[in-house]
């Protein structure tokens, strides 16, 4: 059974920074596309940062610059870290893997 648990989440001040991580039990994952999501209160679930078994990766225009994907093949462990948070960045954040299965989520709060 795959299974995705993300932590690192939390309350951050304006231009802080978090590194959120996400681990994957029951399945290997260097074959596959990841991704990180995200979802604000009365938003739709957005695209964050994904990456392909190949290690391409996209970021959406919002977060380029500030965010960074990578992925520990080894550890079986996703990887996000943000920088420079702003409020806006305020959401749940999903891992998602194989492109379908998703983590619990972990809040990230950016404020002063």
């Known amino acids: 059974q795959v299974r995705l648990v993300e932590s690192g989440g939390g309350l951050v001040q304006p231009g802080g920074s978090l590194r959120l991580s996400c681990a994957v039990s029951?399945?290997?994952?260097?074959?596959?596309?990841m991704g990180w999501y995200r979802q604000a209160p009365g938003n739709q679930r957005e695209m964050v940062a994904t990456?392909?078994?190949?290690?391409?990766?996209d970021y959406a225009e919002s977060v380029k610059g500030r965010f960074t994907i990578s992925r520990d093949n080894a550890k079986r462990t996703l990887y996000l870290v943000m920088n420079t948070l702003k409020p806006e960045d305020t959401a749940v954040y999903y891992c998602?893997?194989?492109?379908?299965?998703w983590g619990q989520g972990t809040q990230v709060t950016v404020s002063s």
């Open positions: 998602h893997f194989r492109s379908q299965y």
């Open positions: 029951g399945s290997a994952i260097s074959p596959y596309a």
């Open positions: 990456i392909s078994g190949g290690d391409y990766i």
